[in-house]
């Protein structure tokens, strides 16, 4: 393997699948020769957001990571590092599944709940697929400077960064969702 995606945006080619990759604008957190693992931005899951909110009674948006161990719970961070268990995304940024630090670093207020994104299930690729599916142009790589990984977003980010590009990009950001409307 003679590149990593790591740290990259992969922006979803508008398709018609309806799938949970549709319109998603994913974060490569790691990328090697044995394969890559990525989290979705941009796909709220209202439903787990509202579990979440009964359990720890503090509201926390929940995010669709991806496809894959949808039981499994991740969280990126913009705080100083409240567990020795993580991997540094950027300087800003850092990943973790340490559930129980997190949350008793929020209820004990050494971070804020606007400072974390909490995403359940991963987006992941084995060798070589995900250099496939780009080369098939199932995705679009990006580097996009001063995203806050933790900000709150929706499907308008994937419309924002397609905007942002311009050319080709501006009709699919202009499509509509079901693209055989169009």
């Not at 009964?54 to 949808?70: A, L, S």
Request: charged share 25%; net charge negative; hydrophobic share 40%.
């Amino acid at each position: 393997m003679n590149y990593s995606y790591k740290g990259k945006i992969l922006i979803s080619t508008p398709d018609i699948s309806g799938d949970i990759f549709s319109r998603s604008v994913v974060l490569v957190i790691d990328h090697n020769e044995n394969g890559a693992f990525g989290l979705i931005l941009n796909k709220k899951n209202d439903r787990m957001s509202s579990r979440l909110l009964e359990i720890f009674g503090f509201k926390v948006d929940v995010y669709e990571g991806g496809p894959v161990e949808n039981d499994k719970i991740f969280f990126i961070c913009k705080s100083d590092k409240v567990t020795d268990n993580y991997s540094e995304i950027t300087d800003d940024f850092y990943l973790t599944e340490d559930i129980e630090n997190v949350v008793s670093a929020i209820i004990e207020q050494r971070i804020s709940v606007n400072g974390i994104k909490v995403f359940s299930g991963y987006s992941g690729w084995a060798a070589q697929q995900l250099e496939g599916e780009i080369h098939r142009k199932m995705w679009t790589v990006v580097d996009v400077y001063n995203l806050d990984h933790t900000t709150p977003n929706d499907h308008g980010l994937w419309k924002n960064i397609m905007q942002n590009l311009g050319g080709e990009f501006l009709l699919w950001a202009n499509a509509p969702q079901d693209v055989t409307m169009n």
